[in-house]
């Protein structure tokens, strides 16, 4: 079997942003199960790693928590993302194009384009 | 932003103590129970989905720990936790850190105290706006800069060919009887150009500065007050402006008053801050004969120190073509730092005891460093436990740090307390001629070098033991049941390192003490040319217009000498103007046969028993009589080495020479009597003061006492009242000023060696003793260390003697190495004390040989007791303690 990826915590954390900007308020198992979804099981080697994420996100003021009532009504935490997390994630977004577009450009590359 | 945001709600976190605990708790727990839910939807048994649940979240302790990590500062929070441990660690072994706290402490406190007295008389920067654009005029030569004395013609023209300095003043010295009210004073006067307070960057406190049209011609009669005299005299009378006082009897206004805390003058006549200055116009006739104007300059902004430099050098040439025979041949024109003027006599002594004391600092540090290895060997089982729980090897070096560092902190603060009880003691110590004295204190600046020092020496120290860590040593000793395994080679090695270098520092300091007492004793035992006991000086000040003539002035000296002789236990008196001996006095050119010779001489001014007075031995011819009056003809006694340099293989006995503007027929030779003990004696002309010209007469007494001295049979100091009220009953208005035994006098003449040598020797005693305690305590440790060893040697038949020998010889070979360094480093270091020594060489083979002497004894008494507690080691038990 294929070993998960560890996600680096600054992926993790962009995807927890545009997690946020899509679904809104949302509690941690939310976010995490969402990841998951999206990138099909391979992501995350333990769920609980995302919870130091979201304090420190939350300490940068990315986003907001506050208690609220979940869907089967627990109290749960809910996370949303903040104006200076609007932001935030728009400029990572940018920077994360970029990189993936030189990347994309270096792989497609072949030997006789650069002789 | 982002960051500093982040950093702030950790730092608040961290403040208020602040734990998520909870809160993540709750949230983990939420997350595990919808979690399960999924699972159980997913059809799973309930056990099973709580499982996978708790799989798929991963450790909770890890993530606690990372959240907890994100939460707060967790750098502080171990830093913290390092310093209550170390805390903890001291408390718990109180011999020890009371003999580390106590040995850095003295180490410390010393090298703040004298850092202190360093930065206060050398660095601190004068307390006037841009203090580093005042320059003092100087003449450089290929033998070194000092400060160079011009007439008032000569300042007059540097001022104007010199564009560099914004403001050029002149100053000179000289004494008052300082008359405000009822109350006479003698006071030391200041008399300086119009531009003086400018250079200088001083506003007055009350009234105003000199105007340069009161420095022009003759000069006007007005004064400003110094803050003292304005206290003293007046009780700080805020309506003195305009009032007049007093100068040797003629009125003078007094325009201002200023600050407290202005720079004392260093002047090697009159010593001391200044209570009064006046226009140096009113004696610019007269200090212009005497070269005696100093030149003080601020350079203009916008230029540097090295251009101002270039224009005054430029100037030489010109300067050498409009005043001949002012400049030698060799010399130019220069500026120095006026700080550095201020303090260059004592510049080179103070940066040897600097250096002094931060050896002392060094050997404290390598005994404290030894006392750390010692403790780091008890403790190696503590460490390896730590280091197998999981503790990082970074996270131990930096405890072992964090216990060094804070005990050099706990010794910074105990320092600070001995500093300042030092530093008292210190000053009141030194001789009243150190410039700047006033301007010692704590400050920032030394707390802040305490602390860099206190940090410095606990790295220094805590890194010894926390390299052996490194070196991964301590991993080994987990696996080892006991600690009696002596302990290894290469700590062995350390600890010999370090009692070799403290038995270097130690002989050199000890070679520099030994020195400095030599020189001391050279110093005090050189024969000043005249018999100092039982004899007093009393300085007289005569002012008032009734001494208007050589001969009334003549007539007052006869007079006092004949009451103060008629006194009982009075053996002889006689008045010497101009200088007593072992003080500096007037210098003068002499002319024999229109030969001017160069360097000038001594002349005093003296009345027939003086000789006979101060038992000053008469050569050939015949001493002064009070027959050689003002209508007798001129004549003179030379001393030895004057009658050797101005008539060379003649008998000087009826020549003639001239000086003073007059011409002089020699009729005896005296014995030569020093102005400086440590230099050779200065050739000096002796006249009758009957026959001195007024005028200069009357110049000198504005810079130089004179003195009546007097022989007793007995005490000289008991009669000093009575000698005073017979000179006061004859003119009531006279001043009377220092009253000293020439004994005092020789003391006071020797009393900046003395202090150097005082503290050199403190110096290099506490080196000896802490180097003494180090061996001691390296030498006890490997005894104990090796008594199973030494159980065997016996065993095998080595006898009590042979292990107290092995011992000692260790301990000597410890030490030879050491002297060996030690005799290196001092004949290198040797010229660095030349200067400060006479009598003596500075690799004088003697003193080295009985410095390394005390030193290797200090070492074998040292290692005494060790090698008796291992001689008396009982072999059975040693073995049996296997």
Known sequence: ????????????????????????????????????????????????????????????????????????????????????????????????????AIIARFFEVKAEELG | MRVLRRLFSRLVNFMANRRGDERLH???????????????????????????????????????????????????????????????????????????????????????????????????????????????????????????????????????????????????????????????????????????????????????????????????????????????????????????????????????????????TVDPILPGATDVWTPLALVARTAAQGENVAVLGRIRAGISFPQARAQVNGATTEFRETFPNELGPTTTLSIQSYRAMLSSDVRAILLVLFGAVGFVLLIACANVANLFLGRAAGRAREFAVRAALGASHNRLVRQLLTESILLSALAALLALLLARMGMQSLVSLSPSDLPRASEIHLDGWALAFTLALSVGTGILFGLVPAFRISSGEIYDKLGEVTAR?????????????????????????????????????????????????????????????????????????????????????????????????????????????????????????????????????????????????????????????????????????????HTAGLDWQVVGVSGDVKSYLDRPAQPTIYVPLAQMPFPLMRMLANWFATDIVVRSSADPLALSHSIEQQLQAIDPSIGIGHIRSMEQVRSAAVASRQFNMTLLSVFAGLALLLAAIGIYGVIAYSVTQRTHEIGVRMALGARREDVAGMVLKDVGVLVGIGLVAGIAASLLGAKILGSLLFGVKP????????????????????????ARRAARIEPMEALRNE
């Not at chain 1, 969402?34 to 986003?63: C, H, K, M």
């Not at chain 2, 270097?504 to 024969?527: C, N, P, R």
């Not at chain 2, 003002?630 to 080495?641: D, F, T, Y």
């Not at chain 2, 690799?843 to 060790?866: C, E, I, K, Q, Y």
């Open chain 1, 1 to 100: 079997m294929k070993q998960k990826k560890d996600v680096q915590q600054g992926t993790l954390a962009l995807m927890v942003l545009k997690t946020l900007e899509v679904l809104g308020p949302l509690h941690g198992y939310g976010i995490a199960r969402r990841i998951e979804q999206i990138s099909g099981d391979l992501l995350f080697v333990n769920q609980g790693t995302l919870y130091p994420v979201l304090l420190r996100l939350e300490q940068e003021g990315a986003i907001a928590s506050e208690w609220g009532p979940s869907e089967n009504n627990r109290r749960a935490r809910f996370y949303r993302l903040t104006r200076a997390g609007h932001k935030l994630l728009e400029s990572e977004k940018r920077d994360w194009e970029q990189t993936a």
């Open chain 2, 26 to 264: 709750e949230e983990l727990e939420q997350h595990l129970a919808m979690q399960t839910e999924e699972n159980l939807r997913a059809g799973m048994a309930p056990a099973e989905a709580h499982r996978q649940a708790v799989l798929k979240f991963g450790g909770a302790e890890t993530i606690r720990e990372q959240f907890h990590a994100e939460e707060g500062l967790p750098l502080i929070e171990n830093l913290l936790q390092d310093v209550r441990y170390a805390l903890r660690q001291l408390r718990k072994s109180s011999g020890f850190t009371m003999t580390a706290l106590l040995t850095l402490a003295l180490g410390i406190g010393a090298n703040t105290a004298v850092f202190s007295i360093v930065y206060g008389v050398l660095f601190r920067p004068l307390p006037y706006p841009h203090p580093q654009q005042i320059v003092q005029l100087t003449e450089s030569s290929p033998r070194g800069a000092d400060e160079e004395d011009v007439t008032y013609q000569e300042l007059q023209f540097l001022k104007q060919r010199i564009s560099a300095f914004q403001f050029l003043a002149g100053y000179t010295v000289q004494g008052y009887n300082l008359g405000a009210g009822n109350k006479t004073e003698r006071v030391k006067g200041l008399p300086v150009s119009a531009d003086y307070f400018r250079v200088l960057g001083i506003k007055p406190l009350l009234g105003r500065d000199f105007l340069p049209e009161e420095d022009r011609g003759a000069g006007a009669r007005v004064a400003i007050l110094s803050y003292g005299t304005w206290k003293r005299q007046t009780g700080g009378d805020p309506e003195i402006i305009h009032r007049t006082i007093t100068l040797d009897g003629e009125p003078f206004s007094v325009i201002g008053v200023m600050p407290p805390g202005l720079e004392a």
């Open chain 2, 485 to 657: 395994v002596s302990s290894g080679r290469r700590q062995r090695r350390l600890r010999s390192a370090l009692v070799v270098s403290e038995v270097a520092l130690s002989l050199v300091l000890l070679t520099g003490a030994v020195l400095l007492i030599e020189t001391f004793w050279h110093v005090l035992s050189t024969d000043p040319g005249f018999n100092p006991s039982r004899v007093l000086s009393i300085e007289i000040y005569l002012s008032g217009s009734h001494y208007d003539s050589t001969s009334a002035v003549a007539r007052y000296y006869d007079q006092a000498v004949q009451q103060v002789e008629a006194l009982p236990g009075v053996q002889s008196a006689a008045v010497v103007a101009d200088g007593i001996p072992l003080q500096r006095g007037l210098n003068m050119g002499v002319v024999v046969h229109g030969k001017y010779d160069w360097p000038t001489f001594g002349l005093r001014s003296i009345q027939a028993d003086y000789f006979q007075t101060l038992r000053v031995p008469l050569v050939s011819g015949r001493a002064f009589t009070p027959a050689d009056n003002e209508q007798a003809p001129h004549v003179v006694v030379i001393s030895e080495s004057a009658a050797r340099m101005l008539f060379p293989g003649r008998n000087p006995q009826g020549e003639l020479l």
């Open chain 2, 843 to 866: 690799r004088d083979p003697l003193t080295l040989a009985a410095a390394s002497g005390v030193l290797l004894l200090t070492g074998l008494f040292a290692a005494w007791w060790p």
